[in-house]
């Protein structure tokens, strides 16, 4: 069965404070690694797909990272609006839906 | 593109009750998923449509619960009747096909069942 799993489940920061968000998966054959923002009452919004091992998207102060069985999403100098929750999602080979973590939710405090 | 569009927005109802959950995906998009979101269990898939046709429901967690596409810009959730333990946010998604990595999210609508 996929699985992922994402850490910290919440994470506070201060302004500028650079740090790391983890997410690791068991999937047998991975199609794509997925990263969504999502803030309060709103519905997830697309951020990043990574496709394999080695692989790096930026995008503003965000960088996702692939390795064979985690991905990390950094966020260099956050800043107030950067405070949302991370989810991560996995998708197996073939037409098979999204399997999500749970996320891990930012603050980041001026 | 006015985005995916979910009405209502938030439901309020009481054990027993019907509850009828509606979506309108992106004009174009092939694909239509609904998902449902707790603190508990995060999100989760419930069930897919291509081309209105569903592919996959095993995540529809009993026969109370239903879904129907019956064409490509309209879809709904029917929980029938609703249980407390139904008390989640509802989403829909749209893609523009099943293979696409990009799934466009609505804004949700927040069931509480009394």
């Known amino acids: 069965e996929d699985q992922v799993t994402q850490s910290p489940e919440a994470l506070r920061l201060q302004e500028g404070e650079s740090s790391s968000l983890n997410c690791s998966y068991t999937?047998?054959?991975?199609?794509?690694l997925f990263w969504y923002r999502q803030d309060p009452g709103k519905g997830p919004e697309f951020l990043f797909t990574?496709?394999?091992a080695g692989e790096e998207k930026e995008k503003e102060r965000l960088k996702a990272t692939l390795t064979k069985k985690e991905s990390f999403l950094h966020i260099t100098a956050p800043k107030p609006e950067d405070s949302a929750t991370y989810l991560c999602?996995?998708?197996?080979?073939?037409?098979?839906?999204?399997?999500f973590g749970k996320g891990t939710r930012l603050s980041v405090i001026a | 593109d006015a985005g995916v569009i979910q009405s209502p927005r938030h439901e309020v109802t009481e054990m027993g009750q019907e509850v009828t959950l509606r979506c309108k995906p992106i004009?174009?998009?092939?694909?239509l998923f609904w998902y449902r979101q707790t603190m508990m269990r995060g999100l989760e898939l419930l069930i897919y449509?291509?081309?209105?046709?569903?592919?996959?429901d095993s995540g529809m967690p009993e026969d109370r619960f239903s879904a129907k596409m019956p064409n490509a810009s309209f879809s709904t959730l029917k929980i029938q009747p609703s249980e407390p333990r139904d008390s989640a946010v509802y989403f829909c998604?749209?893609?523009?096909?099943?293979?696409?990595?990009?799934?466009?999210f609505g804004p949700g609508t927040r069931l509480t069942v009394t």
């Open positions: 998604a749209s893609s523009p096909n099943p293979r696409a990595y990009e799934q466009y």
């Open positions: 990574l496709y394999s």
């Open positions: 999602a996995v998708q197996r080979s073939g037409n098979t839906p999204l399997v």
């Open positions: 999937v047998s054959g991975l199609r794509g």
């Open positions: 449509f291509n081309n209105n046709v569903p592919i996959d």
């Open positions: 004009s174009g998009h092939n694909s």
